[in-house]
Each structure stands twice: as structure tokens, then as C-alpha cells.
């Protein structure tokens, strides 16, 4: 090699290497001083915070998310729904029509920033709706830390989406996304992601939160209450202490992605202790149109520790489940969820789904706006599993119906590709399909190629390197792979970046004197491996494992039986031939994967019962 070359060479690898670099993540800690007008709906605030660059890179700039600021006429928001009728977030409009457009003026949210300081100099800045760009006075160099002071005003909006004044249950302050929030920065830069109804993103951070309110008031949050006995509702014998008629309520909470609290003059506040973590707050109002939660405490009890020992250990010291918001929506070490329910099964399922954020939202902390599917689809595959075991149905598998909900969706041909960013979905079902609904069945299909054991090793693993990251789905598909010794590239690609689909059928069934002749077909664009089984009179399953080629490596074990290893499938191949050592006399049934994990479109030519 002539040495210019090898220099060259040399050059591109350094340049390779510098770019994949280690891995690194921000952190930022907020001290706030809150002051509450709850007559007008308003309040004033200051914070300072502390922020570190932990990138290889210097930064000349830094954004800030203002989400409040969606919330007024034709805005982005307002423009979204208004575009996207009524195939828009339901939520968000009333008969295709904005709910946004008619927000009063005196209702509209704003976020008044009054000046942003570094280091003591002021800071030029501009604000694009909810994005606040900052013009720094001096760099930010790698492995440093600076600290902003800002002073801002606030008006609390009318409550449209997560956030808001006088919910519909009546709720009064619902505080999510309400404060000036720095945004993420990492190797795909900064994650300034316009607000208009979707998911979050932000660095882990530190919280101590000091909020002044009318004393009448009581606060649900998520984080730690440091004077307990001196505010309304935690301390049957507090001294409530008042300032001009408000009360001072100091929270903290170490390693969250955000702070969020709510207020109402009517809430009550219950806890208690799950063995081993973590401690529990019900925060609702006591009516007759909450009295299921007065039945949620044995659930919530089973769930966390079904959470923490099938997925990984809870980090924080407490959550709290808070009435508040349009539905259910997660936060650091909480969730506001509303609070009528029908029975303790629906209210479970909420809490459930909400709470498993703590962990694909929270805890792994992926980029929410870039890839729901990993957030919404594997929060969705642990309430699922956690729902069937405090709930047991008669199922062949705990996640036969969000197969089957899947199915039934396919045939309205409005799929979408579930790699989109979230907010870019055309259709609000379509998202929900291909965030939740895909990225729960991503999972339930890797259970059905690799073996359920491998699938709950690889959660496992996932935890256990990536807690308190940020990691990515290349981050997972790499333990995914390492643990079932499979690739499994394609699958991931097929899944998550096209809408093509899964559809295997029996073509054709020959019955001689000693065995049986079976035809399977692929006339779907997504190639499986095929779980093939028989029953015989006598009730006897044996199932045929029919590996795929491309995975290179077939499934050892899994927890939905024992099977038998035939040569594989190649994927361009259309056809394939298995000959089972019964007759039709012995037979009862023939069928492709009678655990019904696999997300085949059409099972009209996926069995037949042998008459």
C-alpha cells in the first residue's frame, strides 16, 4: 500500500471512530421558585440551572421547549388538527373541527420569557413558538458545566391536551411540560421537535421545585414532598404554615426526565408502601365517580412487583398516580391519568400502561418523538403481560387480542410505517397502530422467532445496560441478536420501516397410508419462520419448528411447547413441503402456530380440522 493511501486510509478510520465516539448523555439540575395566582390561573417564575456538557462537542447554542405555547389559535398545533380533520388526535378536535381555534384569549397558554442569564451575562434569544433558541455569550465546552438564570410569567392553559386549567372532571391546575425545559442534545443533535400533541424528549435531570400556592390547595407530584407536615393532605397532624394566605410546598427528585404536579382544592391523598419499592400516592378527588380506586391498592401492589421482577427494578423511591389530564400521560416518577373508571379492571389497565412508561419512558429513556414504538409498543407489551397475570383470561396467549386488533386494522389499508417521527403521522389511528400496537407485536414476534426465553433474557439485558440511558433501537436489537445468537436485521427492517405484512397458509393436504403430506405457502412480503403443529385424536400436539434462513441460527427451546427441527425455508422460496408420520384417521387438526403469537393477516388458510 503506497503511504499516501494508508494515510488516507488512516485519516477516514480516525475520522470513523471519532464520530461513533463513547457514549455520553447530558444532565442538568433545575432549582425553581414557583408563585401560583390560582384566581387568575397564572404564575411567575425563576430558575437557575446547572448544565453539563458531557459531548465531545463544543456548543455555541442551547434550545429551551416552551410546550405552553401550543395552546392558542393558529398555532403549529392548531394548524396540525385543523390539516388533519377528523383522522387527527380525537382530543384534540370536535367534529374535525380544532379545539384550539376557539381557546379565549384571556385561556391562551403563554410562556413569558422575561430574560435568560449565563453565568451572570445576558443571553440573546428567540423564541419559534415553543422553541426557544439561545445565543450563548460563552461557549459550552465538552466536559463542562454553566449555569443559567432565567425569569419568566406564565398563563396556565384552557385544558385541551395533557396539560391545562378545569380538566372535565374538574380538575383545577394540571402542570405537565410547564416550565422552560433544555433541550436534549446527543449524537443526533438537538432534539428541538416542535410541540403539536405528541411525545417528549429530555435530558435526565435534577429537580428541587419550591411552589407557593393559595392554602387551600393540594399538590400531587412526581418526586419527593421535603415538608409534608407543614402542607395540606400528606400529615394528618400538620401544622399548615401560610404566608399572606399561601402555603409553600418544596419538592425534589433526582434523575427524572421532567417534573410535573398538579393542583386541586378537592383532592385527597392516600399511600402506601409496595414491599421492596416503591412508595405509592393515590392523589384524586373522593366521589362516587372515583370510588373504584378505593380497590386499587392490592393491584398496584402485585404490579410493581410483577414490573420489577420481569423487567427491572423501579429506581425511584416513590410514584404517584394523580387524577388530572385528558386521559393518561407519564412523568417522572408519576402519571396524571383521569380518575372515573367502571371497574377496577379498566383503571388497572390505565395505571398499568401508564406506570410501565417509568420504565420504556422513563428509566430507558429513549427519543419519544423520533421512535414511539419503542416507548408506546414496549410500555403496551408490559401492561399486557402484567394485565394477564393480574387478570388471567383464557387466551392461547396473553397477547392474542392485540394480535387480533392488529388484523382487523390491516384490512382499513391506512397503515403507516411505524418508523415515522410521531407527530409526522397523517392518521391519529394509524399512529396508534403503528407506535402501539406494532411496537408491542416488534416484540411478540421476536418472542415467536427467538423462543419467549430468549425474548425475556434479551428485556432483561436491555435493562441492565441501558437503565438511566438513552438508548436507541439499534442499542436493543444488538442484545436481541447477541442473546438468541440470530440476526435478526430483517425482521426489525420488514416490521418497523415498511407496512408490508405476514400471511402463511395451508395450500394443499395429501393423506396416504402411513403419513401425511402438508403444503404451506408464503403469500405474504414479511418471511417467518413457521411453528407447524398437529393434533391427533388423542389430544397429542407436536409441533414442527421450520426455520427461516436468514436468521442463520434456529430456536433451541420455547415456553409454548417442544418441537421438532425440519431443514429451513428459504425466504425467496414460495412453497414448502412437510410430511408428518400420521394418517387422516389419527389426525384431528393441522395448523401454523397454534399459540397464535404470529401476526399473520389471514388464519382463513391457516388450519384445518381433519374430518
Known sequence: MKKSVAILFAFIISQFQAQQGPYYQQAAKYKMNIDVNAEKFTYTGNQTLEYTNNSPDELKVVYFHLYWNAFKPNSMMDQRVANQGKNGDSRLQKDGISRLASIPKDQEGAQNIHWIKQNGKDLKFEIQETIMKVYLAEPIKPNSTTTFTMDWDAVIPQQIRRSGRNNKEGVDMTMTQWYPKIAEYDYDGWA????????????????????????????????????????????????????????????????????????????????????????????????????????????????????????????????????????????????????????????????????????????????????????????????????????????????????????????????????????????????????????????????????????????????????????????????????????????????INTTKTIDYGIKDVKYDAKSTTITLVNKGQIPMPIDFSVMTKDKKIITYQIPMNMTHTWKEKDAYGEFKTMPYWPWTQKEYTVIVPYTKAQLAVLGIDFSQRIADVNLEDNFVEVK
Open 192 to 495: 428541538t421537535f416542535d410541540y403539536v400533541g405528541r411525545e417528549f424528549h429530555a435530558p435526565f435531570a435534577d429537580f428541587d421545585v419550591t411552589i407557593k400556592i393559595n392554602k387551600d390547595y393540594v399538590i400531587g407530584a412526581g418526586g419527593i414532598l421535603e415538608n409534608p407536615a407543614e402542607v395540606k393532605g400528606y400529615d394528618p397532624n400538620a401544622k399548615i404554615k401560610a404566608a399572606k394566605n399561601k402555603t409553600i410546598w418544596r419538592w425534589t427528585a433526582k434523575n427524572i426526565l421532567d417534573f410535573a404536579w398538579s393542583a386541586d382544592k378537592d383532592y385527597i391523598v392516600k399511600s402506601f408502601d409496595v414491599p421492596q419499592g416503591p412508595k405509592v400516592f393515590f392523589v384524586y378527588q373522593n366521589n362516587d365517580k372515583t370510588k373504584v380506586w378505593e380497590q386499587a391498592q392490592p393491584y398496584v401492589t402485585k404490579y410493581f412487583q410483577l414490573m420489577n421482577s420481569h423487567f427491572g427494578k423501579y429506581v425511584y423511591p416513590t410514584y404517584a398516580f394523580i387524577q388530572g389530564g385528558d386521559g393518561g400521560m407519564e412523568y417522572g416518577m408519576c402519571t396524571m391519568i383521569l380518575g372515573e373508571a367502571k371497574d377496577i379492571q379498566g383503571l388497572m389497565g390505565l395505571m398499568a400502561h401508564e406506570g410501565a412508561h417509568s420504565w420504556y419512558q422513563q428509566m430507558l429513556a429513549t427519543n419519544e418523538p423520533m421512535r414511539p414504538w419503542m416507548d408506546e409498543g414496549f410500555t403496551s407489551y408490559a401492561e399486557t403481560f402484567v394485565m394477564s397475570q393480574l387478570f388471567p383470561e383464557d387466551l392461547p396467549n396473553p397477547f392474542a387480542k392485540s394480535v387480533d386488533g392488529y388484523r382487523n386494522f390491516i384490512k382499513k389499508a391506512i397503515e403507516e410505517p411505524a418508523v415515522w417521527f410521531g407527530d409526522h403521522h397523517d392518521n391519529g389511528t394509524a399512529y396508534s397502530y403503528a407506535s402501539y400496537v406494532k411496537g408491542e407485536l416488534y416484540l411478540v414476534q421476536l418472542g415467536y422467532i427467538m423462543g419467549e426465553q430468549n425474548l425475556a433474557e434479551t428485556l432483561k439485558q436491555y435493562y441492565d445496560q441501558w437503565a438511566m440511558k438513552h438508548p436507541s433501537d439499534r442499542d436493543f436489537l444488538h442484545i436481541a441478536q447477541k442473546v438468541s445468537g440470530m440476526d435478526l436485521k430483517w425482521f426489525q427492517n420488514y416490521w
